[in-house]
């Protein structure tokens, strides 16, 4: 989406607030023992406070208001009331909605309890790798160098990227152009981002695979080779200097 008056910015800034906050409280209410449902449920339940629609289901169709993904689903987990939270499970929550005709679109994983299947260094390399790509974006700069940063320090860290799953633009729709910015570079992609846009900037950092698939129910995303995979997601707003992050309220980097 492309900012060009205030009334755009104050609508693209309020829905992402909303689906920033609706994020962070639904990690602090997650707990051992409860099911995906009844923490989806809640995070559904703040956002009709605000008068938000959730993005995935009024765009796909899909059953439920977030995304929530456990252990060795990648991505697009279906809350169910028959999977419960357990001590340790890898936890992924992704949070989009929509507001006044505005869309702002954010994630992160976590560890449910203590980490007693040592996933932290997954985890922190996923959020400190979104951390140095979103600070490297302004207006001019290829999208395929971030792809290729992304990649490289997952590399350094000892793991490896999610290649067909990518960030995207957002604001007036949940997928917008530049539609594939992906976590490694393609040297044949010239686009570059542009100043006064906004973009969903999202890492898929793996321990084990490189591609994502689609299982049986037509929404749930496992790894091809196995292993885990961490999601961390930003919108921001593109400048010529440093990006304003949109969806800050999340507090996924705290």
Known sequence: MSISNESELIGIKEISEIVGLTLKRMREYAKVGMSTQELDEYGGEILKSYGAKSAPYETYGFPGYSCISVNKEAAHGIPCSKKI?????????????????????????FVMGKDIHKHQPLIDASKQILHKAIHKIKGGVKIADIGHLIETE???????VIKNLAGHGVGRSLHEKPENILNYRVKSNRERFRKNTTVAIETFI??????AIELSDGWTLVGN??????????????TDGAPVILTQANEIWK
């Open 225 to 238: 080779r196995g292993g885990f995979v961490t999601q961390h997601e930003h919108t921001i707003l593109i």
């Open 206 to 211: 793996s321990t084990h695979s490189n591609q």
């Open 85 to 109: 939270l357990k001590e340790g499970d890898l936890i992924n929550i992704d949070v989009s909605a929509e507001l006044n005709g505005f869309w702002s679109d954010n994630g992160g994983s």
């Open 154 to 160: 997952a590399k350094k860290s000892g793991f490896k």
